[in-house]
């Protein structure tokens, strides 16, 4: 199975928050926004895969600045490496007036997505991931630490057999 660019599946998606968007002081609510975020990650890991892709997990969300009734949301998303049959893919979440103004980091997080055979409906193997640039390769390296954290949480691995994570504090 081939590889694929980081760049073939990258994936943008717009919305402006409306009224019906927010709570009751104005803001974007945080279940929306994960909608979204799991709306374009998805998209970008189908494209990657080649493949329908159910959401396996995500990490840590943080809410670090409001999206306010009005804004505008930009939402990126690229695959930072594959494994087996899933994909981790990295979405960010910019936030600026109507008029593009005013540009903010709003969130960030990582999502898991497993690739699905139409059939079966059964996981399937996914393609590499071929990072180019210094960024994607650090996204790329840092993914497997990223994935033993998950696993280990998920109680899928203990800690002891994390290796990338015990390597990690070796030195120290």
Known sequence: MDGKKVIESRTIMTEMIMPNDTNPIGNLMGGNLLRWMD????????????????????????????????????????VTRAFNTSVEVYVQVFASNVKGKENRRSNHAYFTFVAIDDENKKPIKVPRVIPLSDEEEKRYESAVRRRQVRLI?????????????????DNI
């Open 153 to 169: 949480l998920s109680g899928r691995m203990k800690p002891e057999e994390a290796t990338e994570i015990k390597a990690m504090f």
């Open 39 to 78: 709306i374009v990650g998805g998209i970008c890991a189908g494209r990657h895969c080649e493949a329908v892709v159910v959401t396996a997990s995500v990490d840590h969300v943080s809410f670090s600045k409001p999206i306010l009734n009005g804004d505008v949301i930009t939402l990126e998303a690229v």
